[in-house]
């Protein structure tokens, strides 16, 4: 087996607290809900639901997924609960937090941006966000591969620059001018284009950014842009509000504990990890992104490229992608405080997309993601397997802990 890493969204630590719910989620889960025909034949997504069998309602209270190929939506699934205390069970059609895995989005409209002429990923910040004030100067370009030296997961690991723990989880998000001032208080920790640091800071800096640029308020600029030409009429960017209809995240510190009900990610993470979607439309994101519908193959093969440091050496993912163990195969991994997504778009053809509602504090040595998704494709496509990642080395030997400070924030 192939091991690769994914950095992802959430970088703060993980939270616990007392439980909220007293309805057995065996009863909401032991019943997929489909909302579309299925497209697949019905061996195969007998086999595609024994694998999520694996997980819920044992691991996860709910999934959603969606398998397709060129844009096309092959088999949609929701499995397990939505909403557990109300006994609603998660579908194919309930939005559901994507985490990071937004940062894609905000990289293609970024791009789109500048094959519109409308920006240069060479563009130093100050052209467009002059109140930040970094010498030396990073550019957009390196604030979408993250070598910016903006401080992200290794130096900022709370998240610091867009509030506090746990201000982050309870108060509303940051004005621009305090976030634009912690930003610069706080300066570079290394300078532009010397070291890569996952930095949720930076991509909600890069949503000021597209926000100047197009001279619209985000969550319509990525409509204009990204929503409607790809057909993703499911998605929207987080508000202040969750909408009623969307799946309630869960957290809990370990397997068989309590799923509890905690704070998640307040709006200020909007670029960074605030949209909310449906598996079926970031299947059809995967097939508008690779089938040329929103970008050049130019600015299709930036995304994927490592951004290559002063020393020679290269990041570890490109601009919101990263190569998986296929040839042609790459993914993204989005976590918030309750929820878990991974968008597998493989070299096949084949596009797998999983959106679960839980989250704990041992992650993917309870729940795989990619695991999962390799074994999904290689169902759908048994001639040309997909290389199954290892699951990662602390697996079995990991101690759960759950921060203090943030106990008293679940329910």
Known sequence: MQTFQLAEGFSGRRVAGIAVCSLALAGCAQQPVTERPAEVSPAVAAQIDAL??????????GLQLAV??????????GYGAADIKAGVPMSAATPVKIGSVTKQLTVAALLKLQEQKKIALSDPLSRWIPEVRYRPEPTIGQLMQMVAGI???LQDPDDLLL??????LTEPPLSNEKFFANLTARGLFAPPGAAYDYSNAGYVLLGRVIERVSGQPLEQAFTQLLFKPTGMSE???LGPQARPEAARGYYRVKPGDAWLICPDLNSGFD?????????????????????GVLLSPA???LMRTPARLVNGKFSPIGMGLAALGGPGSYGAAGQTVSFAAANASYGSGYDVVLLANGSNTVGDVAYPRFVLAARIHNVLNPTAPEPVPALPPSAGIIEPTAPTELLRLCQ
């Not at 509030?163 to 982050?168: A, D, F, L, Q, R």
């Open 151 to 153: 401080p992200g997961a």
């Open 52 to 61: 999520v069998a694996e997980y819920v309602p044992s691991i996860l209270p």
């Open 163 to 168: 509030g506090s723990v746990p201000t982050v």
């Open 299 to 301: 600015s299709l093969a």
């Open 271 to 291: 670029a960074a990890g605030g949209v909310v979607s449906t598996a079926s439309d970031i299947v059809r994101w995967d097939g508008a992104l690779k089938g």
């Open 235 to 237: 998605s929207y960017l």
């Open 68 to 77: 397709g190929k060129g844009g096309t939506v092959l088999y949609a699934r």
